[in-house]
């Protein structure tokens, strides 16, 4: 069964806002890491964040992890253009057979 | 150079044909991976090989047949295609127990069943 749910579905903002998605899954797991598709193009690997980790940074990118409410967010400041894309959480649990279980993803539309 | 690549990139075929993707990576990982992504964009893993041994295989007909010849290779032949099998696959290759599972994605391969 899927593992990750993200909300919202799909977000509109102004180009130098921020963005906020999160994510929440149901088991214990490894880690958690996010990914971007562009639209017509693969995911790319943005960051990971492990289950020991409460909050971790990567340029524009901030990325916390609730291990007790199983929930992550995705902050991503200062918000471009060329952030338009679909963003994808995906949990690695060995309870799930060492697999990344993707969340349905949210829309980010950044408008300039 | 292009880490993983998938050939081709389309593939509109007829209801009943059989088709091949082929995928191939230049990262020196040790497991590749198919995924389906349906047109809601929901992502799901089809298979997974790990130096060439078979290691996930989730529901899928068994029209879809995975082959590594090789841990750089990894193709996907369906046979007897259907409407619904009609999405985008990904191909993505990792080094399992380095970096905790991080994937590298192909471009996908987009099928459109006529």
């Known amino acids: 069964s899927q593992q990750g749910e993200e909300d919202p579905q799909a977000l509109s903002i102004q180009e130098g806002e921020n963005a906020t998605m999160n994510c929440s899954y149901k088991?214990?797991?490894?880690?958690l890491q996010w990914y971007r598709q562009n639209s017509g193009r693969g995911l790319v690997h943005l960051i990971l964040i492990r289950s020991n980790e409460r909050e971790k940074h990567s340029g524009r990118l901030r990325v916390t992890l609730d291990t007790s409410k199983k929930s992550s967010s995705l902050l991503i400041t200062a918000s471009r253009a060329a952030d338009t894309a679909s963003y994808f959480c995906a949990t690695y649990s060995s309870e799930y057979g060492n697999k990344l279980v993707f969340g349905a993803g949210t829309i980010l539309r950044v408008k300039s | 150079d292009t880490a993983v690549s998938q050939t081709p990139k389309y593939l509109v075929t007829q209801m009943g044909n059989d088709k091949s993707i082929k995928c191939e990576q230049n990262?020196?990982?040790?497991?590749m991976y198919w995924y389906k992504q349906d047109s809601k964009k929901f992502l799901k893993i089809m298979f997974s090989?790990?130096?060439?041994?078979?290691?996930i295989n989730e529901t899928v007909p068994n029209r879809f047949s995975p082959k590594s010849p090789d841990k750089a290779h990894l193709n996907l032949h369906i046979n007897s295609l259907e409407l619904g099998d009609s999405a985008v696959y990904f191909c993505?290759?990792?080094?399992?127990?380095?970096?905790?599972?991080?994937?590298?994605f192909g471009a996908g391969t987009r099928l459109s069943v006529l």
């Open positions: 090989y790990n130096n060439k041994e078979l290691i």
């Open positions: 088991t214990s797991i490894n880690n």
């Open positions: 993505a290759s990792s080094q399992v127990r380095q970096g905790g599972n991080i994937q590298y």
């Open positions: 990262l020196g990982h040790d497991t």
